[in-house]
């Protein structure tokens, strides 16, 4: 597979444990988050997403979380499994008319 | 449904000449965005279309050029390419404009062009 990031961060979990995935964003202004997966040799995939009128949403397993006050988005993963795997990115935007911009994201390695 | 397809996945070029990607959307997907994506920088923006119209630029320079056709699929060109073109460049589709509405996006597997 292709590498996404030659020197990311990476958060190693064990199998089970629970995971938490930080983002520090830069323009106070954004208004909309997400938060993407991306396997080797793919696209990335989206994961969720959240509004700034709101500071927690959950999906299957994942949860957002956004911290306005320091500009801090974290996606808590429970129960990670070996499939979860991958580089997850978040993603700012809705300032205007800006583009998305993304981080440079972290890698997350499942332990058995 | 088929998901967003790119052509061709791989590819080698030297310095100087140009390349144009391919993409499909989704079917029923009007929105396509390109990026591009490499070690150094990640993922950055490279434009978007919707109904064969621009919306929005990143900010890379004039080689990069893009257009829509009318049945939604898109290409991206680069001119003149340097070795820093090398990336994995991504489309990415969706049913509304990404901005500002923030739609979901569903990404393709990337085309990986190399410069030598």
């Known amino acids: 597979g292709e590498s996404v990031g030659l020197h990311l961060p990476t958060l190693s979990v064990q199998e089970g444990d629970n995971s938490i995935i930080n983002c520090a964003y830069s323009?106070?202004?954004?208004?909309?988050f997400i938060w993407y997966k991306q396997e080797s040799g793919k696209g990335p995939q989206f994961i969720i997403d959240i509004r700034s009128n709101m500071d927690k949403r959950q999906g299957q397993r994942v949860t957002v979380l956004l911290n306005k006050t320091v500009k801090h988005l974290s996606l808590q993963i429970a129960a990670t499994q070996p499939g979860d795997s991958a580089v997850y990115f978040c993603?700012?935007?809705?300032?205007?008319?800006?583009?998305?911009?993304f981080g440079k994201g972290t890698r997350l390695s499942v332990i058995a | 449904k088929a998901g967003v397809t790119q052509t061709p996945r791989y590819l080698i070029k030297t310095r100087g000449q140009q390349v144009t990607l391919s993409c499909s959307p989704i079917s029923g997907h009007r929105s396509v965005s390109w990026y591009q994506q490499t070690p150094g920088q990640g993922l950055q923006f490279l434009f978007e279309?919707?109904?064969?119209?621009?919306?929005n630029k990143g900010n890379f320079p004039g080689r990069f050029s893009g257009r829509q056709f009318s049945n939604s699929r898109s290409e991206m060109n680069v001119s003149t390419l340097e070795l820093g073109d090398s990336a994995l460049y991504l489309c990415?589709?969706?049913?509304?404009?990404?901005?500002?509405?923030?739609?979901?996006?569903?990404f393709g597997p990337g085309t990986r062009l190399t410069v030598l």
């Open positions: 279309y919707f109904s064969e119209t621009q919306r």
């Open positions: 993603a700012e935007g809705g300032s205007g008319n800006t583009p998305l911009v």
């Open positions: 990415a589709s969706s049913s509304i404009p990404t901005f500002p509405s923030g739609g979901e996006q569903f």
């Open positions: 323009n106070s202004a954004s208004d909309y």
